[in-house]
C-alpha cells in the first residue's frame, strides 16, 4: 500500500513539475480577426514560444503576441520596426529611417502611421492584412512570445512563417 501511495505521489509531482515547465516556456493563442491575413487566419491556433526571447531579443519579422493595453485580449501581429528606429507608413509603404522597406507578406496597404520614433525598450507592431490592421508601439514586456506554430485546424499543421531582412 506504501508503494502505491509513493508512486502515485511522484507520478502527481512529476506531472505538476511538467505542466509548470511546459506553461512557463510555452503558450497557446487563438487567432481573432483578419489583421494577419494572408498569413495566419481567423481561428487559427498557434504555439508561442515564452522562452525564445529568454536568450535574444525580438526582431523585425517575428510574429509575436503582445498583451494589448486598449483590449482585454492578447493580439498577434508583426514587429516591423526596432527600438530607436524612425518609422513612417506612408500610401501602404513602411519606411524605416527614412528608407522604404519591402515587405513581401503583406496584403493590403490603406494603413497609414504617421512619423515615430520608436521609443527604447519598444517596438512597432502592424497586422498583415494593412486594410484590417491597427499599428501600436508595444513596450518589450508587454510581448508574450514568438508565434511557433500553428496546430490548429489540422489543415494549416507547421510552423509559422515569420520573416527576416
Known sequence: MRTAIREITITVLLAVA???IISSAAHSAEVQGFSMEPNLHDGQRVIVSKAKYWFDNPQRGD???FESSRTEKDIIHRIVGMPGEWIEISRGELYVNGEKLGEPYLRGSSITA???QIPDNCYFIVGDNRGAARWDIVPEEA???????CYWPLSDWGSVENYSW
Request: glycine share 6%; no cysteine.
Open 18 to 20: 511538467f505542466f509548470l
Open 114 to 116: 504617421p512619423l515615430k
Open 63 to 65: 510574429i509575436v503576441v
Open 143 to 149: 510581448i508574450v512570445g514568438k508565434a511557433w506554430f
